[in-house]
């Protein structure tokens, strides 16, 4: 009987091979796992000679035990007569180097640590975060009073212990953004006056664009962070989105509904002002294009979670655990990792398109489509051009023929036929009626 399949916490291995102490480095710094030797990579066990399992159980603790300065439990199993071994790995709380670097588990790959993922795993294992830091000394006229005012105010219910406090240098002790007289660099991003005094690139840029190089207009934020969250909505949802006008059933109530769901905007710009890395020399980029709109967040994904991952149920890995602990008890946000299954929802709610989630130059993205029936969306369905154009003019004109489509492309009778039934088939038209008076529409 097969083992459970290979996962983030799962290795098959069918020998053993020196190099596989890199994977057993990775487990440790992540949340620790299995390798199992003699195993196929489909869970199958293959089995281990004798001889080659003694000198294994004798070799391998020693071996990990110099390279890694740990001692996992190594253990003999036996299945149906096939012996394998079993080396169970827990998590490190400091960082475990292999001949000098670096390694974590993503999905169910070993990757290596280099440059800034390095920096800021190392600054974690080392029990600090960046944003815990204490930057200058604390001083009064730095600090906001109104956010940190308004703050309470929206934490009362879960900080009852600072509702009567006045003293905003006390509220920020509390919180443990001041320590030793000291504001820490998360205390100046929540709360500070000029906050790019202190961190110039600390801004979130909207741009509305006609194509990657063509901008109309653009807007920069530059307040605190508390502060950034309603400005950036307030300005998106007045100066760059539109809304949609409908009726109620009866027609009597007028309901404007915004082209994005508010919701999914709301956890795209949360999800990047609290986890962007501010240790990178670059802002918040919001791009919006007439079929949607792309946010710009510095900073890679924590090594220890992927893009599938964001799309299920994941634990919360805050870049920043002081920011993200601040916007959690002002209500914003939740302690659940739930921000991206927050999007994708409101997304399929609205009958849009999945977002797209990537990780990409040292930039974390959001893509968020305004129209299911997108170039994008078009493009990923592997439709051919004469099906994407036939699609773009009923966009346009609300319905297609088979006259006008033969019209449209220049084509006969049997490729229109065969384009507009595969159409169909792809969910994409449906056919009204049949006979002289067809035609097709999108299918809502």
């Not at 489909?42 to 035990?65: A, H, Q, T, W």
């Not at 601040?326 to 994708?344: D, M, P």
């Not at 036939?390 to 006259?403: F, R």
């Amino acid at each position: 009987m097969p083992l459970q399949r290979e996962n983030q916490n799962t290795e098959f291995k069918e020998s053993w091979r020196d190099e596989w102490l890199e994977d057993i480095c990775a487990f440790a710094n992540t949340d620790g796992g299995k390798i199992y030797i003699g195993v196929y990579d489909n869970g199958d066990i293959k089995g281990l000679e004798d001889n080659n399992l003694r000198d294994l159980l004798v070799s391998l603790p020693n071996k990990v035990n110099n390279k890694l300065s740990i001692i996992p439990s190594i253990i003999e199993k036996n299945e149906n007569g096939l012996k394998y071994i079993e080396i169970i790995i827990s998590v490190s709380s400091v960082a475990i180097s292999c001949n000098g670097k670096y390694f974590v588990r993503s999905g169910s790959t070993t990757q290596r640590l280099n440059g800034v993922q390095l920096m800021d795993f190392l600054q974690r294992k080392s029990g600090r975060t960046w944003d815990e830091i204490s930057n200058i000394d604390f001083d009064i006229y730095s600090i906001s009073k109104t956010t940190v005012f308004k703050f309470i105010n929206s934490a009362k219910e879960k900080l009852p212990s600072i509702w009567e406090e006045k003293d905003p240098k006390n509220i920020l002790e509390k919180l443990f953004l001041v320590k030793n007289n000291k504001i820490s660099n998360a205390g100046i991003l929540l709360f500070g006056k000029e906050l790019q005094k202190y961190f110039i690139h600390s801004k979130i840029k909207i741009g509305k664009f006609k194509n990657d190089a063509d901008i109309e207009k653009q807007d920069i934020i530059e307040r605190n962070l508390l502060r950034q969250v309603n400005d950036c909505l307030d300005i998106l949802t007045t100066k760059y989105l539109n809304r949609n006008i409908k009726y109620s059933a009866d027609k009597v109530e007028r309901i404007d509904e915004l082209e994005y769901p508010i919701e999914a905007l709301r956890e795209s710009v949360l999800n990047a002002i609290v986890h962007r890395d501010y240790t990178i020399s670059s802002d918040i980029l919001i791009r919006v294009y007439s079929e949607k709109i792309v946010i710009m967040n510095p900073g890679l994904l924590p090594s220890e979670l992927t893009i599938e991952s964001l799309k299920s149920t994941h634990v919360s890995k805050p870049r920043n655990p002081y920011i993200a602990d601040v916007f959690q008890k002002a209500g914003y946000i939740e302690s659940w990792g739930r921000g991206t299954n927050k999007i994708l929802q409101a997304c399929r709610d609205a009958g849009l398109p999945e977002p797209e989630f990537k990780n990409e130059n040292g930039v974390f993205i959001v893509t968020l489509f305004k129209d299911k029936f997108s170039s994008e969306y078009l493009i990923s369905s592997n439709l051919n051009g004469r099906q994407i154009k036939a699609v773009n003019y009923v966009k346009e004109h609300a319905k297609i023929t088979n006259a006008q489509y033969r019209e449209l492309n220049k084509i006969g009778r049997s490729q229109t036929t065969n384009d507009l039934s595969n159409l169909v088939a792809a969910g994409i038209f449906e056919q009204m009626s049949f006979g002289r008076g067809s035609y097709y529409q999108l299918k809502k």
